[in-house]
């Protein structure tokens, strides 16, 4: 039936035969049953560590040998993921313009060495599946009229009425080329290298269904599905979330429940907040999404020192379905995207963030409007220097503050994802933006490596006292059933100076009371605000305090976290 909805004018039998030959080829079979959604694909163990291939160089290594030996020495028994960003041959926008789907970048490493870190570690790949290279070798053969790839590419008109389509950035769409075929205008969702293609054409879906059985035979687990809500295009449309998008989202889940492998799928759709939970469809498409949300009003929270907005969200997300989760994470080696807020804050809100971060040194993306004017995208910036001050500016609270960020994010119902430059405590690298001409650049540093492990050996640098402590309480996360990415979740209402949940074990019988201060103060709530049962014994994991001798109130120090636990 999906194949029917996505291309009604094809013939059917042949379109499945091709599917199936595509996804399971030389002879494989799919398993007889498909796998029931529920939640064994994760526990309270999992979490994942985000990086690019090349985070670490010392100009004599392979960059994916030292990411093995820092994943392997340092992360080990504390992270069970790792998602690697696009490590195959690209032209820009740092991987996300890929040449070649079945290679790895040499300049990175070799297949082995992705298949190094995927035998110790839950490995995340990327399917950019919205747009490849104009120097691609498909894009090559689009331009020499070879088919299939005269039709791999979509093409649309000037005259074509697109005042509707949804833009994230600022350039115009369309790109005029010469083929072999005349004059054509190809679309560009992201830049004039990234061209998009054209799934109105099922060869390219089964090109793309291929692409993905490789990655899995070279030991990728998770899937995150690149900007994946762009790609079904209609010109006099939005050319966002169109039905045929998540049919071919529903497709990809379908295939995936029939593997062998336990394979999981995660979108990347950097909307607003009702858009993005529509991805995980009736159980049926998405296994986990993106909590986007989750960046902008976590700044605007610590930058503040309010929970106002932050408590008022998370009391309407709904607990995800079986066999589905969040995916928690506080920066990205994009940026802290906006459009996540709409609706969530006000324009003066998301104003006073932005004038904040930029006095830190943080730099502003825009997005293209349909009545030609722009606003705001993306704040471009390192998570470490963003929380350096408040709105009333820097203070001495810049670690404490940040930490209280990353636990936050550790707590909450999902499975948390940390980019490697929070768990570093890596600063704005302006040489970076100056030396490319790309903002993104200041969150994309590479490290040398040696000068890394010299940092994280001394105790006194703000790397080694961020990584320990954050590795420290991860650590502890792992251990408690509460923390299941399933758990129940319920919204405490503590005041606005307070952030604070409620988790449950699946079995009952275990509790956390997460609570955060988000102020710069000393403060403290009344015991009996929490209900801690009686004749039990409570207390604060990250302390280790004994709780239940309390009486009166429990103090919380300057954006000190507590999981009080019994």
Not at 80 to 91: A, K, S
Not at 483 to 492: R, V
């Amino acid at each position: 039936m999906l194949l029917l909805s996505i291309y009604p004018e094809h013939d059917q039998a042949a379109l499945l035969d091709q599917t199936l030959s595509a996804f399971w080829p030389d002879g494989e079979q799919p398993k007889r049953r498909g796998r029931v959604p529920g939640n064994a694909l994760w526990n309270e163990k999992d979490s994942y560590v985000i990086t690019y291939g090349n985070s670490f160089v010392n100009g004599e290594h392979k960059p994916l040998d030292l990411l093995f030996d820092f994943l392997d020495g340092h992360l080990k028994d504390i992270t069970t993921g790792v998602h690697i960003l696009p490590f195959f041959p690209y032209t820009s926008d740092d991987g996300f313009a890929i040449t070649d789907y079945y290679a790895v970048d040499s300049g990175l490493g070799a297949w082995e060495d992705i298949g190094r870190i995927a035998g110790k570690f839950r490995l995340m790949s990327d399917l950019v599946i919205n747009h490849c290279s104009s120097l691609s070798g498909y894009f090559s053969e689009y331009l020499l009229g070879h088919p299939p790839y005269d039709k791999f590419f979509f093409e649309a008109s000037p005259d074509d009425d697109l005042s509707m389509v949804v833009r994230p950035r600022a350039h115009p769409l369309l790109r005029q080329v010469e083929t072999a075929n005349g004059t054509k205008h190809v679309w560009c969702t992201f830049s004039h290298d990234q061209v998009d293609f054209n799934f109105s054409n099922p060869e390219v879906l089964f090109e793309f269904l291929r692409i993905l059985r490789f990655h899995i035979s070279k030991g990728v687990q998770t899937l995150r599905l690149d900007a994946i809500a762009f790609l079904w295009k209609e010109p006099g449309s939005p050319s966002i979330h169109l039905r045929q998008t998540h049919e071919i989202v529903r497709l990809i889940r379908l295939l995936a429940d029939y593997t062998r492998e336990p394979l999981v799928l995660l979108t990347e759709t950097n909307v607003p907040n009702t858009e993005n939970l529509s991805y995980f469809g009736n159980r049926n498409e998405a296994h986990m999404i993106y909590n986007f949300s989750l960046p902008p009003l976590l700044l605007h929270a610590l930058l503040h020192g309010t929970s106002r907005h932050l408590n008022a969200w998370q009391m309407t997300m709904p607990p995800a379905q079986l066999g589905c989760t969040y995916f928690n994470f506080t920066a990205s080696h994009d940026g802290i995207g906006m459009r996540p807020a709409e609706g969530l804050l006000s324009e003066e809100d998301i104003g006073r963030v932005i004038e904040t971060v930029q006095k830190f040194g943080g730099l502003l993306s825009m997005r293209k409007m349909p009545d030609g004017g722009t606003r705001p995208y993306e704040i471009n910036i390192a998570l470490f220097d963003a929380l350096k001050g408040t709105i009333a500016g820097v203070d001495e609270w810049n670690v404490e503050r940040f930490l209280c960020s990353q636990i936050i994010a550790m707590g909450l119902e999902g499975i948390p994802g940390f980019y490697i430059h929070s768990l570093l405590a890596t600063q704005n690298d302006h040489d970076g933006v100056e030396k490319s001409g790309h903002n993104r650049a200041i969150n994309r540093h590479r490290w040398h490596y040696p000068d890394l492990l010299e940092q994280l050996d001394d105790p006194a640098s703000h790397h080694a006292r961020v990584f320990n402590a954050l590795t420290g309480v991860l650590e502890k996360r792992s251990k408690q059933p509460a923390f299941h990415p399933n758990a129940t979740q319920f919204t405490l209402q503590l005041g606005d100076q307070f952030f604070g949940f409620w988790r449950q074990s699946m079995d009952r019988a275990q509790s956390i009371f997460a609570i955060h201060n988000l102020t710069n103060d000393t403060v403290a709530i009344p015991v009996m605000s929490l209900n801690l049962i009686g004749g039990e014994k409570w207390t604060d994991l990250i302390s280790c305090e004994d709780i239940a001798g309390v009486t009166g109130e429990i103090e919380f120090a300057p954006y000190q976290c507590r999981w009080i636990t019994n």
